[in-house]
């Protein structure tokens, strides 16, 4: 087992050195930029994406009483559903409609 973990890092590190050096020809200047690129991918536009597919989900499943959240920071009960919007109260006489785009989430229990 930890002859498999130097082996993996000799190969790791040769390969580096080739990259370095210029050893892999036009793959060598190619090699670092795919590196970067795939690495942002992972680490912001993947979790990005997760997070707007379960925010649609979400808004999908609102249903009236439910208390939300609006990217402009409102928060109120749903009172009336329709198609792309939602009428909410946001205070004792206050119905404001806004659209489901607006929707950031529900309220927390703990913020109640």
């Known amino acids: 087992m930890r002859t498999d973990c130097y082996a993996s890092r000799i190969k790791i590190m ?3 050195l080739m990259i370095f050096q210029g050893g892999l020809g036009a793959l060598g200047g190619l090699l670092p930029m795919l ?5 942002f991918y992972v680490l912001l536009i993947r979790p990005q994406q997760k997070r ?3 925010l ?3 808004i999908s499943q609102l249903k009236t009483g439910d208390r939300v959240v ?3 920071g409102i928060i109120g009960t749903i009172t009336t ?3 792309t919007s939602f009428l ?3 205070a004792d006489k206050s119905i404001l409609e ?3 785009s607006a929707v950031a989430g529900i309220e927390s229990e703990e913020a109640k």
């Open 14 to 16: 040769t390969i580096l």
């Open 35 to 39: 590196l970067i690129i795939g690495v």
């Open 52 to 54: 707007q597919r379960e």
């Open 56 to 58: 649609q989900q979400t």
């Open 70 to 72: 609006t990217t402009g």
């Open 81 to 83: 559903i329709r198609d």
């Open 88 to 90: 909410i109260r946001s």
């Open 98 to 100: 806004i659209a489901r």
